[in-house]
């Protein structure tokens, strides 16, 4: 968005620190305020006060529960367009959100209807939604969304960053992403402890970090695969690490089109995941690579096994992928759709002077 002529000045509200960017204006809670009520209501807090000082254009939410929720009203409050960033695909609504990190909404326990209801009904107030894919725009829409209000935004990624090089691989396999429930490493410790009887120098990198970080070096170790596994934590160049592996893998239980799987692709590498939201538009099995169904863990090691036992292959998936991921860069697709939408959204010939992105950060 950053990059749109449209775009006069975007101010961002997170509670951890963020790259320099173009026109971009970070702001962040106070820390004081952070250490009495925490980051996530530190964020919600400052961002009410930013949006009462700067009168935004445009009031973006990244994600639902709950930074969607106080966008929107916002949105009303202060007379500008409000949009839901839906990153998280279905899964941040599907039975009132109780399988999301959230951990309001996991109190609930099992799936509630009349909770799925009222968000629902909350995203229906939004003046614009933005989906990875087309599985999450017809789950709103068959859900009363109005279709004309909901529009797919896969996700560019800079192709300066991500491409194919010719790096040393010091690992079979890669992940890339939050150590979090919905994300399912534990699957993925599970394969790579089915995997090692044949395969007993695999390595795996874990490239993230998460409330679920230490319990899953805890796993590794009780399942004895701890020498395998490196997590690596957080980390700012992911590009150099994706050049490090073979084979890219996602085991989650739900995700739109995910970001880092399409970064693992520019790079060259095949990816094998499990068969949720909308990854299904960019992998198409035995010929980029592998859509595992019920995340089938045998299923999954047999994918695996057969691309890296097979070199000719491994290459020929790769080239695939690069052939798959043509224009998907941030300066062929995206920069021209987020002029059109942001066009569409306010009407005025001039420059959008403040944009306010709330990140769950």
């Known amino acids: 968005m950053s990059e749109s002529n449209r775009v006069g000045r975007i101010y961002m509200v997170a509670a951890t620190k963020l790259p320099e960017i173009d026109k971009v204006s970070p702001i962040y809670p106070n ?16 961002l009410s006060k930013v949006a009462k000082e700067k009168r935004p254009d445009v009031i973006v939410g990244f994600h639902l529960l709950l930074n969607g929720l106080l966008v929107v009203m ?53 003046g614009s939604v933005v989906v990875r894919g087309t599985d999450a725009k017809h789950f709103f829409e068959e ?45 993925l410790l599970q394969i790579v402890a089915k995997l090692k009887p044949e395969h007993l120098a695999i390595k795996v990198l874990i490239v993230g970090d998460g409330p679920d970080g230490e319990e899953m070096e805890q796993m590794a170790a009780s399942l004895g695969i701890s020498e395998n596994i490196d997590f690596v934590g ?10 490090q592996a073979r084979v890219f893998i996602l085991t989650s239980d739900s995700e739109g089109l995910s970001q880092s799987m399409i970064q693992a692709m520019m790079t060259g590498l095949p990816a094998v995941v499990s068969d949720v939201g909308d990854l299904s538009e960019l992998v198409e099995n035995d010929r980029n690579g592998f859509l595992i169904q019920n995340q089938d863990i045998e299923a999954y090691a047999a994918a695996i096994s057969g691309l890296l036992d097979d070199p000719d292959k491994l290459a020929t998936f790769g080239t695939a992928q690069r052939s798959y991921c043509q224009g998907r860069s941030v300066k062929l697709e995206r920069l021209p759709k987020w002029n059109w939408l942001l066009l569409i959204w306010i009407k005025t010939s001039g420059l959008i002077q403040a944009v306010i992105l709330n990140v769950l950060c």
């Not at 009349?114 to 107030?125: G, R, T």
């Not at 957080?234 to 050049?243: A, S």
């Open 31 to 46: 820390a004081r305020l952070q250490k009495i009520v925490g980051g996530t209501i530190a964020r919600l807090i400052t």
């Open 74 to 126: 916002l949105g009303k409050k202060y007379d500008c367009h409000s949009v839901y960033l839906c990153g998280g695909g279905p899964l941040e609504v599907l039975g009132g959100g109780y399988l999301t990190e959230n951990k309001l909404f996991k109190q609930l326990g099992r799936h509630d209807a009349v909770v799925e209801k009222a968000l629902i009904n909350a995203v229906s107030h939004f």
């Open 234 to 243: 957080w980390q700012t160049e992911v590009g150099d690490w994706y050049r």
């Open 143 to 187: 859900r009363g969304v109005k279709g004309d209000d909901i529009y797919i935004m896969s996700g560019g990624i800079d192709g300066a960053s991500y491409y194919p090089g010719d790096e040393e691989k010091r690992a079979d396999l890669i992940f890339v992403g939050r150590i979090s429930n919905i994300k399912r490493v534990d699957i």
